[in-house]
């Protein structure tokens, strides 16, 4: 469904994703993995048509660089790092009716709309926040509401660059739960930044791997976690454990 031929990020003179090959099925949790600098951002922003890039990105079939912006930020849900907020004094709600429309309440909104933004404040748990604005919040809330505008518009791609930065243990699992259950229910296909590799062997069905902005390896959690792949792309010796109800658990031991 997500179809990525020859894709590359150049800045200046540097190469900062090399040219990769690799797609996502529809239903399919795809995570992104490496160091701090390997150019994961990189990789989802140019996804998302948020940085110059060569190469094809084919949605559906249809190639993301043929559509103008309006109809590309319909397909694409973006999450950006660190949960970058419209406005601090934007409600919840107003958020969530921004994402699909460009409208606020109150100014000629849809009940389609607000149906919408309705489902979105019951999924996610944010009731209680409905009428918050920004700026009251907690960095976990934004985190969650911004999750909210990502999938307010029903995307068919949803990039999440680290998700789960701000959010207390029960809300990592909460939120990671939401997304691969939406991804299943849906059919959409989702690229996610993460950096604990707990919670990607845990929700991930995939993973890639990038080293200084070229392919590692990709394939399913299983395959990718193994002693050697980790220390060579992390340099981290890792321990890796079966645990209770067929979960992995992977440890770190010592840098390699
Ligand atoms: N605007 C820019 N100009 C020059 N180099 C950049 C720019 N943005 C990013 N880079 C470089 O590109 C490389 C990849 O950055 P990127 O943010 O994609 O990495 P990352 O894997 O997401 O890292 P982190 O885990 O720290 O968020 C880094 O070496 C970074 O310094």
Redesign the pocket.
Known sequence: MLAVEQFSVR??R?E?VKPLDFSVAAGECLAVL??????????VRGLAGLLAHHGRVALDGTQLDSLNAAERSRRIGYMA?GSAQPSAELTTLDMLLLAQNGSRLGWGVSTDSLTRAEEMLALLDLQPLAHRVASQMSGGQRQMVALGAALVRRPRLLLLD?PTSALDLANQLKLLEIVRDYTRREGIATVM?L?DLNLATRYADRVLM?AG?ALAHIGPVRDAMRPDLLAEVFGVHCGIYQIDGGHTAIYPLATA
């Open positions: 800045i200046g540097a900062i490496g160091r701090n600098g390997a150019g994961k951002t990189s990789l790092q680290e930044v950096h990038l902005g």
